[in-house]
């Protein structure tokens, strides 16, 4: 199994293109507000249950994906301080068992257009952080610190790239093959 792991910061673009991506590769989404926002229900962010279990139920999906020899999965993941620094590690090493491969993408964005992204309405579906005050404070205060993401291959800045354009860099770059 493929897992493409993009990752980036908050309204970096990370759903967005990879819905792109999926439609090109034919490979499904696993974004993760899905579990982020089931877990809402129960949980407040970042407790150590809501922790936990997040990374309990994307270790065990993206796991048993590999165990099943699925082509291909898309992940999307913002990095922040709730996360475990040892997750990727912990996921890399689940996918690889299976003989699975991780394939890291970085979603960057100047801080102008994060900020100018953040309030969209498309941002509403799913739980997603949607405050401009709330992100400043969030991030003034340490909260997207993170270790750097080890092993990605491929950088793209979605403000010179709009989400189709992304999601075939990521086709070129990798040499993916595409639905007709």
Not at 4 to 31: R, W
Not at 111 to 119: G, N, S, T, Y
Not at 144 to 157: K, M
Request: hydrophobic share 45%; aromatic share 10%.
């Amino acid at each position: 199994m493929q897992l493409f792991f993009i990752y980036g910061p908050a309204a970096s673009g990370k759903l967005t293109v990879a819905l792109e991506l999926g439609e090109k590769i034919g490979f499904p989404i696993f974004h993760n507000h899905l579990v982020v926002d089931m877990l809402l229900a129960l949980f407040e962010f970042g407790v150590p249950a809501f922790v936990e279990l997040r990374e309990m139920i994307w270790l065990q999906v993206m796991g048993q994906a590999a165990q099943e020899r699925l082509p291909g999965l898309i992940f999307t993941f913002t990095p922040e301080r709730t996360v475990r620094p040892d997750f990727i590690g912990r996921l890399a090493s689940t996918v690889e068992k299976a003989e699975g491969e991780v394939l890291v993408v970085q979603l960057t964005c100047p801080e102008e257009e994060l900020e100018r992204r953040i309030e969209n309405e498309s941002r509403a579906e799913f739980g997603k952080l949607r405050s401009l005050e709330l992100y400043r404070q969030l991030r003034d205060e340490g909260a997207f610190a993170f270790p750097p993401v080890p092993n990605t291959r491929l950088t793209i800045d979605t403000s010179k790239s709009d989400a189709n354009a992304s999601a075939s860099k990521i086709v070129e770059y990798f040499g993916l093959p595409t639905r007709s």
